[in-house]
C-alpha cells in the first residue's frame, strides 16, 4: 500500500541531545513537509521541501534541521537548539505545483523530553 | 500574512444532531480552501476542499461553502454520528505560497 510512515510513533528526548525523526514516502511524490502540532496551536509549518536536494523553511524552523538526499526520505532532526520540542509532529507529502494540492500525512511522531 | 481562524472546542453534540463549526480566513487574493480530519491517534485526511468562490466541497455527507464576501468556509453536516468524533482542521493555500496554513482545530465529540 502507499503511503508515508513516521518513525518512531514516540521519542524521547534527553537534555542538549539530538535526536532525529523519520519520514518516507512511497507515493512518489515531489513535496514532502514537517508541521509540528501543539495542542490548541494547531499546525504550524517547520520546514518543506519541493525537490530533492532543496528544502525551504518554514515559520518555526529554528532548532530545527532537515535533509532531503532522496525523493522518498524527508528526515527531521530537532537540535539541542530547540528548548520546547515537546510537541507532535506529523510529515506530509504532495505532488507539487497545483494550488489545490492535497497533502498525504503520516501518522505522526510524539516528541517528549525526559 | 495569510491566517485561519476557527472556533474553539470541544463541540458536544449528541448523535444525528446538526453540525456547524466555523472557519474564517484572511488572505490576499484567491486561496483554495480545505478542511482536514484528524481520528485519535493518526495522521489528517482531507475531508473536503474549494479552489473558487461560490465553490461547494462536500464528503461524506460533511459540506462547506466558499464565501469570498464573507471570507469563511464553514463546515456543515446535517445529522452527526458517534463516528464523526475527531478534529476538524480548516486550512488554505495561497498562489505563491508552497504549504497549507492551518485553523487551530476543533475537537467534535459525539454522545449516542
Known amino acids: 500500500d502507499g503511503g508515508i510512515t513516521q518513525s518512531p510513533k514516540y521519542l524521547f528526548r534527553k537534555e542538549g541531545q539530538n535526536v532525529t525523526l523519520s519520514c518516507e514516502q512511497n507515493l512518489n511524490h515531489d513535496a514532502m513537509y514537517w508541521y509540528r502540532q501543539d495542542p490548541g496551536q494547531g499546525l504550524r509549518l517547520i520546514y518543506y521541501s519541493q525537490i530533492v536536494n532543496d528544502f525551504q523553511k518554514g515559520d518555526i524552523a529554528e532548532g530545527y534541521s532537515v535533509s532531503r538526499e532522496k525523493k522518498e526520505s524527508f528526515p527531521l532532526t530537532v537540535t539541542s537548539a530547540q528548548k520546547n520540542p515537546t510537541a507532535f509532529y506529523l510529515c506530509?507529502?504532495?505532488?507539487?505545483?497545483?494550488?489545490?494540492?492535497?497533502?498525504?500525512f503520516g501518522s505522526g511522531t510524539q516528541l517528549s523530553v525526559l | 500574512g495569510d491566517s485561519v481562524t476557527q472556533m474553539e472546542g470541544p463541540v458536544t453534540l449528541s448523535e444525528e444532531a446538526f453540525l456547524t463549526i466555523n472557519c474564517t480566513y484572511t488572505a490576499t487574493g484567491y486561496p483554495s480552501l480545505f478542511w482536514y480530519v484528524q481520528y485519535p491517534g493518526e495522521g489528517l485526511q482531507l475531508l473536503l476542499k474549494?479552489?473558487?468562490?461560490?465553490d461547494k466541497g462536500s464528503n461524506k455527507g460533511f459540506e462547506a461553502t466558499y464565501r469570498k464576501e464573507t471570507t469563511s468556509f464553514h463546515l456543515e453536516k446535517g445529522s452527526v454520528q458517534v463516528s464523526d468524533s475527531a478534529v476538524y482542521f480548516c486550512?488554505?493555500?495561497?498562489?505563491?505560497?508552497?504549504?497549507?496554513?492551518f485553523g487551530s482545530g476543533t475537537r467534535l465529540q459525539v454522545q449516542p
Open positions: 474549494a479552489t473558487k468562490a461560490d
Open positions: 486550512a488554505l493555500i495561497n498562489t505563491g505560497r508552497r504549504a497549507l496554513t
Open positions: 506530509a507529502s504532495s505532488q507539487t505545483g497545483a494550488s489545490n494540492e492535497k497533502l498525504f
